[in-house]
């Protein structure tokens, strides 16, 4: 199986749309400013997320 990802951190639509491919969009809350407490959870809820999807592809998580 051959799976690639990619990964953007864009604003209001400013990425680039390629025609064929998959997007997600994870409304993710902004990181500046946050302390580390704060950060946490977020950055717990993108594995949790990133997990998913890679079980839904059917990738082999360790």
Known sequence: M????DSNRCQQGACPVYPGKRYLD???VD???KTVEE???IRD????R???????LEVPVS
């Open 50 to 56: 990133a997990r998913a999807l890679l079980m839904e």
């Open 2 to 5: 051959n799976v690639n990802i």
């Open 26 to 28: 994870w409304e993710l």
């Open 45 to 48: 809820e993108i594995e949790r």
């Open 31 to 33: 990181l500046a400013g």
């Open 39 to 41: 950060i946490r959870p």
